[in-house]
T-cell receptor, first 113, second 118 residues
Framework: ELKVEQNPLFLSMQEGKNYTIYCNYSTTSDRLYWYRQDPGKSLESLFVLLSNGAVKQEGRLMASLDTKARLSTLHITAAVHDLSATYFCAVVPNTGTASKLTFGTGTRLQVTL | DTGVSQNPRHKITKRGQNVTFRCDPISEHNRLYWYRQTLGQGPEFLTY????????KSRLLSDRFSAERPKGSFSTLEIQRTEQGDSAMYLC????????????????FGPGTRLTVL
């Protein structure tokens, strides 16, 4: 059974600081997604990473994928309050259902002034 | 492009009642997914359709749950004889198997239907 683990589960950080969220998964996969969810809201797609070494950046967020280590990171640069949300990674394994996403437990990010 | 829509947004029902939710995917998307999310957890896959064919169902989907996508467009998820454990956010997502605006393989989520079973 595919397992996707994120750490930390909760992150409180000050504005202007940098931090990294980690996503580990237990099976071979070349497709990894990052989503953002605000309280009571649905999921917003942030990044799709489709190959080993893929790196994508949008604003203060940068995501990378190491398929050999089965690890993805979401790096936050100079955090601002607007980034406060829960961040999920999700994996599609190379075998099995073509597009079934298995989500991590989520990382709740709180950016304080 | 209005995105994925879901109705109703909230549903409160009594245990034992039947409920039905609707999802309208992004119009050019041929895949449609249902997920369930409980408080503090990530979404869990329930089932998915490619066009009108239901291609996989999770073990989470008991016999009380049924989903349809009769014409390959909108989908419905019905829960019969609801139980308190069914209380959750039910999320619908859609995607395309072809490249559209550089976003092939992304799943786009709707706003969800929050179900409360009393």
């Amino acid at each position: 059974e595919l397992k996707v683990e994120q750490n930390p589960l909760f992150l409180s950080m000050q504005e202007g600081k940098n931090y990294t969220i980690y996503c580990n998964y237990s099976t071979t996969s070349d497709r990894l997604y990052w989503y953002r969810q605000d309280p009571g809201k649905s999921l917003e797609s942030l990044f799709v990473l489709l190959s080993n070494g893929a790196v994508k950046q949008e604003g203060r967020l940068m995501a990378s994928l190491d398929t050999k280590a089965r690890l993805s990171t979401l790096h936050i640069t100079a955090a601002v309050h607007d980034l406060s949300a829960t961040y999920f990674c999700a994996v599609v394994p190379n075998t099995g259902t073509a597009s079934k996403l298995t989500f991590g437990t989520g990382t709740r990010l709180q950016v304080t002034l | 492009d209005t995105g994925v829509s879901q109705n109703p947004r909230h549903k409160i029902t009594k245990r034992g009642q039947n409920v039905t939710f609707r999802c309208d995917p992004i119009s050019e998307h041929n895949r449609l997914y249902w997920y369930r999310q409980t408080l503090g957890q990530g979404p869990e896959f329930l089932t998915y359709f490619q066009n009108e064919a239901q291609l996989e169902k999770s073990r989470l989907l008991s016999d009380r749950f049924s989903a349809e996508r009769p014409k390959g467009s909108f989908s419905t998820l019905e829960i019969q004889r609801t139980e308190q454990g069914d209380s959750a956010m039910y999320l619908c997502a859609s995607s395309s198997t072809v490249l559209i605006k550089g976003a092939r393989l992304s799943q786009f989520f709707g706003p969800g239907t929050r179900l409360t079973v009393l």
